[in-house]
């Protein structure tokens, strides 16, 4: 499950690894076991290294996730200036009209 995960976004992210293409080289035993995912074109086997993805994914998912705060933060800025723009125009009328009400009543008419 995990690693079809792994492969899904190396594919659409066109990234390999976590840093770059060493993340897959493992130490122990020296062997490079580089996905599929990894390739440009995915279905070269093997993956030759002009055909790997040079960007890890670390960095990209970063950089994406980055970008949607940022949206979200903005829109909610946004959204709030909205409603406290509307909120003080509304303060503004209630209040503007419980003076014109006042404004209309006689002075002495409780004596």
């Known amino acids: 499950m995990c ?3 792994v492969d899904v976004i190396q594919y659409r992210w066109k990234c390999c690894g976590l840093d ?22 995915e279905d070269v086997h093997p993956c030759l290294k ?7 994914c670390g960095p990209k998912g970063f ?3 980055h970008l949607e705060m940022t949206v979200f933060g903005v829109s909610f800025l946004l959204m709030f200036l909205i409603f406290l ?7 503004y009328l209630i209040r503007s009209q419980q003076e014109e ?10 004596w």
């Open 20 to 41: 770059d293409v060493n993340f897959w080289i493992s130490d122990c035993d020296n062997k490079t076991l580089i996905p599929a995912s990894c390739c440009m074109p």
């Open 3 to 5: 690693e079809h995960i």
């Open 85 to 91: 723009t509307i909120f003080i125009i509304m303060v």
């Open 63 to 65: 950089t994406k996730f």
């Open 50 to 56: 002009k055909d790997i993805f040079k960007e890890g």
């Open 101 to 110: 009400y006042f404004l209309h009543v006689p002075r002495n008419w409780m």
